[in-house]
């Protein structure tokens, strides 16, 4: 009975490796939505003859990449946030991309310095001020949250959220952590009320009269701005690049990873060549309105009626390194309480 069992175990996992591993297909999990994916596979498939398949979920994918082991059938992760392509690459499910096509693409800023993961495109975190402020959009900067001027008028989600433990990362990596924590603190004390809701969420509040300014990726400003009921929202406020007078405003991304045991990793490394090169990345910048990586390519036409700004230029690895003590500084403040 035994032997049967082996046997009938060593026929699905030779099944299922010849299944995942084919030489037309790559084999995607996505945090990213399919509106924003599919339609770029599309044209991969159709420009390199490679098919696509693809599991999309908001969560989970991680955890049955860990489950599913060696016998994984994913070659690469897409992933929505900076923090996903940490985690990957900490818990040792990633392998090093080794091209030299997308090396030459993506600024090594936004390129592990172990090559385990790339950035595909580019949010800023910015701030959403009210039209009825005072505040001189030209000059205010993420310090300016913990100002007395700001008490009772400042909107935001979780400090946990990975949006904000990127930007509470970069602070420490510019200030030091005990400078960071009194920052923290500042604008805990200058809360309209509890951290609750996504960025939009906060926009709304705005809105409603709720606050006054908000952090907020840029890309959902040119969400609201499209959407027929949270346009409202959106027109009534302006977005605005903080630290344009010094280091500039903080970037966070999406990105891409090669799975520690791709079945086809010849075709990942081509995937990744063409989501980094200028049509994917046109797509990217009209589909969703974020900044494209690759520096060839511009921001969609909405994107740049923003204005330009100045980026903060402090590579991603360095802000990485940084974020488990962003993590335990909003436990300590108890910012989300």
């Avoid at 900067?141 to 509470?168: M, Q, W």
């Avoid at 809105?207 to 009534?236: H, R, V």
Wanted: charged share 25%.
């Amino acid at each position: 009975m035994k032997r049967l069992f082996l046997i009938a175990i060593t026929l699905f996992t030779s099944l299922t490796s010849t299944v995942a591993q084919s030489s037309d297909t790559v084999n995607i999990y996505s945090f990213r939505q399919p509106f924003l994916i599919e339609p770029i596979l599309e044209k991969f498939t159709a420009e390199t003859g490679i098919k696509t398949k693809v599991v999309f979920s908001k969560k989970g994918l991680i955890e049955r990449l860990k489950r599913e082991g060696k016998y994984s059938p994913a070659d690469v992760v897409l992933t929505s946030d900076f923090n996903k392509l940490l985690q990957l690459k900490t818990e040792g499910l990633t392998q090093k991309i080794d091209s030299n096509l997308v090396n030459d693409i993506v600024p090594s800023q936004f390129r592990d310095e172990g090559d385990h993961w790339i950035a595909l495109t580019k949010r800023a975190r910015g701030l959403y001020v009210s039209k009825n402020s005072s505040v001189d959009t030209s000059t205010v900067k993420y310090e300016d949250l913990s100002d007395k001027r700001f008490a009772g008028k400042v909107c935001t989600r979780s400090g946990k959220h990975p949006y904000n433990l990127g930007l509470i990362a970069s602070m420490i990596a510019h200030h030091g952590e005990a400078d960071t924590e009194s920052w923290l603190k500042g604008v805990k004390s200058n809360l309209a009320r509890k951290p609750q809701g996504n960025d939009r969420g906060q926009v709304k509040a705005i809105k409603e009269g709720l606050c006054e300014i908000s952090l907020g990726n840029s890309y959902y400003f040119g969400k609201m701005l499209t959407d027929e009921k949270q346009k409202p929202w959106a027109d009534a406020v302006n977005l605005v690049f903080p630290n344009q007078k010094d280091r500039g405003a903080h970037i966070n991304v999406s990105g891409a990873v090669i799975t520690k045991h791709a079945p086809n990793k010849d075709n990942a490394k081509k995937l990744l060549a063409y989501l980094v090169d200028e049509s994917a990345q046109q797509q990217y910048a009209s589909l969703n309105m974020e900044y494209p990586v690759n520096p060839a390519v511009s921001a969609s036409k909405m994107v740049l009626s923003w204005g330009s700004f100045k980026e903060d230029s402090l590579p991603l690895t360095e802000i990485a390194k940084y974020r488990e003590q962003a993590l335990k500084l909003v436990d300590k403040v108890k910012f989300d309480l």
